[in-house]
């Protein structure tokens, strides 16, 4: 079974300030999600990213796969309130198959 | 983009009781759904595969007599907990796979179960 660990778990910041959420693994995935969940919701989809090195942008939202395609990061610029919530990345094997969950980040920003 | 529904929503039931949650693809097939399980301030804990037409595959440490799997149709995947305890209580996801679309899964909205 692969493991993603993923830090922060816990994040409180103010409105305006930038963070990274970190997603590593010792295996390579063919690929990584990050979602975006909210209390009593399922997970939403932000992006995927399948090449290595591989860069995406939505809105304040960097996201980025490692090289080797074991690692992944989030960045998000100048923070909002409405980007309060739990942040997941879950990467998989093989094309369409089952998901490995990292811990998640709880990410709140206060205004 | 692709729609997955799960029915109901919220549910209360007493102890020992069996529940059914329905998980449906509203505007894809999807031959493969994922349940999966979380506690509160967790993250999801895959709990089975659940395939059509065959038996589910399930995650090492979760009882396939407890948590039945049917996946009857292309559409449609129900998961239901059997002689419900307290310790069931959980927030239940499912999610389907876009066929041909790759990598992108998408989840249900959840269903909260709380056994009394």
């Known amino acids: 079974t692969q493991l993603l660990e993923q830090s922060p778990q816990f994040l409180s910041i103010q409105e305006g300030e930038n963070l990274t959420v970190y997603c590593n693994s010792s295996s390579v995935f063919s690929s990584l999600q990050w979602y975006r969940q909210e209390p009593g919701e399922g997970p939403v989809l932000l992006v995927t990213v399948v090449t290595g090195g591989e860069v995406k942008k939505l809105k304040r939202l960097t996201f980025q796969f490692g090289d080797a395609r074991k690692d992944s990061s989030l960045h998000i610029t100048a923070a909002q309130p409405g980007d309060t919530g739990l942040y997941l990345c879950?990467?998989?094997?093989?094309?369409?198959?089952?998901?490995?969950f990292g811990e998640g980040t709880q990410l709140t920003v206060n205004p | 983009g692709a729609v997955v529904s799960q029915h109901p929503s919220r549910v209360i039931c007493k102890s020992g009781t069996s529940v059914k949650i329905e998980c449906r693809s509203l505007d894809f097939q999807a031959t493969t759904m994922f349940w999966y399980r979380q506690f509160p301030k967790q993250s999801l804990m895959l709990m089975a595969t659940s395939n059509e037409g065959s038996k589910a595959t399930y995650e090492q440490g979760v009882e396939k007599d407890k948590f039945l799997i049917n996946h009857a149709s292309l559409t449609l995947s129900t998961l239901t907990v059997t002689s419900a305890h307290p310790e069931d209580s959980s927030f239940y996801i499912c999610?389907?796979?876009?066929?041909?679309?790759?990598?992108?899964?998408?989840f249900g909205p959840g269903t909260r179960l709380l056994v009394l």
């Open positions: 879950a990467g998989d094997e093989t094309s369409g198959s089952r998901l490995t």
């Open positions: 999610s389907a796979p876009l066929a041909g679309g790759g990598e992108t899964q998408y």
